[in-house]
């Protein structure tokens, strides 16, 4: 099932911030990725292949605080 997902990021600052959690992200099977910019990404989630959590931990995981909001 795909559900539609913005993610809240904390600590994002820059465009480095931006390239590096959108390489996070795209490493996450299940990911079709939108749009990621200074405090949020927006991304479908295909639910079969991954989780929201760990769509999140994969941000926390390179020092961010990631939030999801369901849409």
């Known amino acids: 099932m795909q559900e539609k997902l913005t993610l809240s990021v904390e600590g994002m600052h820059c465009g480095a911030c931006v390239r590096r959690v959108t390489a996070a992200l795209q490493g996450v099977k299940g990911v079709d990725l939108g749009v990621v910019k200074v405090g949020s990404a927006q991304m479908i989630l295909n639910s079969d292949q991954a989780s929201v959590?760990?769509?999140?931990?994969?941000?926390?995981?390179?020092?961010?605080?990631?939030?999801i909001e369901r849409e």
Not at 57 to 67: K, L, T, W
């Open 53 to 67: 959590e760990e769509v999140s931990a994969a941000v926390n995981q390179i020092g961010f605080s990631a939030r």
